[in-house]
């Protein structure tokens, strides 16, 4: 059975109601409240009974020195499964959000600082921007390519159908012959490898066997752990965390500093972008089990992709009852112009320039 399969229309909305409630004023929720303030149309008791049976199948809890109720980890799953409206990003956000329709460079790490800092500035949460370290991969190809009498290209397809190339300058002629003996010996020994597969003794093999062009290969095998290796480390950019203190779930700072800690953690981060949909935005919820987030607060990170390639991610760290909605959307939005970015694909026109456009047709 699905996760809501057995409530009734009404207690949906019901419970809907109620982490509506909750998210905007951060309260307890009373059936009272719900009878003057929403248009479910049933009495008080009713409600109070149907909040009654939603706590005993675990989406709602009763805090002990409240007679309302707040939802449950289960409850908030549901809820952005399932519940939760549509949000349409308003001229504010976009006005925020389409400053990176500016950014003309292709660097990852400048674009998800930015990006992190217009996460947190949009939605008044916590903006996170995730880089894993490229793993090691492997070239299953070789290509050489002569530009002059000392410089060369060589060009790397990876086993996951991607091209890469270096520019190689060296202090002694290169010629046609040279370049066609090198790259049939790296084909022919080292293809399919990762750095830590090629070995000195191969190493060895390759120089007996490259005569002229063997001067070529201590330049070209640089070019190949740099392509093949661990590049880098995992990098995390985290904007805005003082926007939490302003939420009464962390005014406990034994709370703030466990999710502080999680912030800290680049391995958890990275894993939970790894971990995530290839596609589509992940929500993850503090007190639902095999959750890495820390109870009492969320984690909705989007991955981003460049020609197909998840390259990182951008992603959003608040209490429980943030607006799921509204985040999910910002999230969804931003990581997918910064994608279109990377990848040099054409971007949204800014919403001030469709106007513009649909007015001179009006005339």
Known sequence: MAIGDELSPRKKQILKAVIDAHIENGEPVGSKYLTASTDIGCSSATIRNEMAELE??????????????????????????????????????????????????????????????????????????????????????????????????????????QVQSKYVNVPFPVTEDMLFR??????????????????????MKMQAEAGDAEPLLSYVMKCIYE???????????????????????????????????????????????????????????GGEDETPVVSNSSIIVKPLKRDGNVVGAIGVVGPNRMEYNKVVKIVEYIADLISRLLSGASLPEPDDKKKQKKGDGDG
């Open 182 to 203: 090198l790259s049939g010996i790296l084909n022919n020994n080292i293809a399919g490898m990762t750095s830590d597969m090629i070995t000195l003794p191969i190493i």
């Open 227 to 285: 392509i093949t290796g661990d590049v880098g480390v995992d990098d995390v950019h985290v904007e805005g965390v003082g926007q939490l203190l302003e939420y009464p779930e962390y005014s406990d700072m034994g709370k703030l500093r466990e999710l502080l800690s999680l912030l800290e953690k680049k391995e958890d981060l990275v894993e939970l972008v790894e971990n995530s949909k290839d596609d589509g935005v992940s929500v993850y919820i």
């Open 56 to 161: 005993d199948l675990g989406y709602l809890e009763h805090p002990h020195t409240s007679a309302g109720r707040v939802p449950t980890p289960l409850g908030y799953r549901f809820y952005v499964d399932s519940l939760m409206n549509d949000y349409a990003l308003t001229a504010h956000d976009l006005s925020i959000i389409n400053t990176l329709q500016q950014m003309k460079m292709s660097e990852l790490d400048r674009i998800l600082q930015t990006a992190s800092k217009l996460t947190a500035a949009v939605t008044s949460y916590t903006g996170v921007a995730v880089v894993p370290k490229r793993r090691p991969q492997t070239v299953r190809c070789y290509k050489t390519s002569l530009i002059d009498g000392n410089n060369f290209v060589i060009s790397f397809i990876t086993d996951g159908n």
